[in-house]
């Protein structure tokens, strides 16, 4: 998909008011305003979303407006700044939302209802509104009001456990976590989702609705197999993964199995993969565990690998059907003629002017495409468009609220 500036949005003509700060309900709100919603992203005055100050920044220069990260979760919005606590804010606040069809808050629940942006007045006053809040650990239960983020929400999902595959029931190891934001990220993706079947059902009903979506629990649902493996054998989940899921060392770079060799055809299959050598004979399946038979095994392997690159193996395991990868890194995964052919990274406007690649969204639409419709807001960037020009705010009602600290 191009992206291209004349194509129709998906979403055209839905609003959405999006307080939040940091991952997760920002790169919902992005996936929405991508696509052609209209978001307004209400910020603190002064300092902004506190992801601002995350790096890295373009050409190593910090500011503001200058943090990729910042820059990727806030493409195609509108801006604006607000101190949301004062009358002067709740009632400009207010009017937004009133035109809007989506409020998203993000944060922890302490804070949001502290600021006044709690669930209930929002939907007796405004009956068809969809309000999504984005926290660490939901609305209700016990620990609603717990602290969180990305390594909490990473390790109390259970993935943390079993990462990586090497640690092979090693419990001397201490639990890890995967690169990035990957839990932040997949509860944002969950409630942009969320939020458009909540949109149908408002639709439908003619009633708004509330999403309430947990930081872990999103990350949570993809231990499917573990969770029936608890549920149904009473298995609690072990430190790294089993039989048949290992990385072997190529000439350059790694390659990982998973392979079920509790299925005669694929064993026979690896072993072909390697050249049935004599020694592979004394094997009827991955070894798994820790011992000398089991570093000679994979000594072996690794000296077989070796001798290949990683497409020469991943290229002869495909023609005998043996499941099999090469792991890529960040080069090889956006460069790749695939990636390239379906245009999923593209040139990112920066609010300076200049331009960054970057991923436009996990999914393509043939007719209705995402693309970055405008660069992340400048701190401010939107107050004159939205509080003037939209609410009819005086410029001199604008110029003494900056005054006082209100915007």
Not at 108 to 113: C, F, H, N, T
């Amino acid at each position: 998909m191009t992206g291209s500036s004349d194509a129709p949005a998906a979403l055209e003509g839905l609003r959405v008011v999006e307080v939040a700060e940091g991952v997760a309900a920002p790169y919902c709100a992005k996936l929405l305003a991508d696509l052609g919603a209209e978001v307004i992203k209400v910020e603190p005055p002064g300092l902004g979303d506190a992801c601002r100050d995350v790096g890295p920044f373009y050409h190593d220069e910090p500011s503001p407006d200058s943090g990729l990260l910042f820059s990727f979760l806030n493409t195609s919005k509108l801006g604006v700044t607000l101190d949301v606590e004062s009358a002067f804010g709740r009632d400009l606040l207010g009017r937004i939302v009133g035109e809007a069809d989506v409020l998203l808050v993000g944060g922890e629940l302490a804070e949001i209802e502290s600021r006044g942006l709690g669930p209930a007045a929002w939907r007796a006053w405004h009956p068809r509104l969809v309000c999504a809040y984005v926290t660490p650990f939901g609305l209700e239960g016990q620990r609603a009001g717990w602290r969180g983020g990305e390594l909490v929400a990473f390790q109390m999902a259970g993935v943390g456990l079993v990462t990586p595959r090497e640690r092979l029931s090693n419990q001397e190891l201490p639990p890890l976590k995967a690169g990035g934001n990957q839990a932040l990220m997949v509860a944002g993706l969950t409630a942009a989702v969320a939020t458009l079947h909540a949109l149908f059902a408002r639709d439908a009903t003619g009633e708004g609705q509330l999403v309430d979506v947990s930081e872990v629990e999103p990350l949570a649902s993809f231990q499917f197999l573990n969770v029936a493996r608890w549920a149904y054998a009473g298995y609690p989940g072990d430190h790294g993964y089993g039989e048949g899921s290992r990385r072997v060392h190529c000439r350059d770079g790694d390659v990982s199995f998973l392979l079920f060799t509790g299925q005669d055809q694929q064993w026979q299959a690896f072993r072909d993969l390697i050249g049935n050598p004599e020694w592979a004979a004394c094997y009827d399946r991955l070894p798994a565990g820790r011992g000398p038979e089991v570093d000679a095994f994979w000594a072996r392997l690794n000296a077989w690998a070796g001798g290949y690159t990683k497409e020469e193996v991943y290229r002869k395991a495909q023609a005998l059907r043996v499941p099999l990868f090469p792991e890529n890194d960040i080069a090889e995964a956006v460069e790749s003629d695939q990636v390239r052919a379906r245009g999923f990274v593209q040139e990112m406007p920066l609010a300076s002017g200049a331009t960054a690649r970057a991923p436009v969204a996990p999914y393509a639409f043939a007719e209705t495409p995402a693309r970055f419709r405008r660069p992340a807001p400048a701190l401010g960037r939107d107050n004159r468009a939205v509080f003037c020009d939209r609410l009819g705010l005086s410029e001199e009602e604008l110029r003494r609220a900056y005054d006082a600290g209100l915007v």
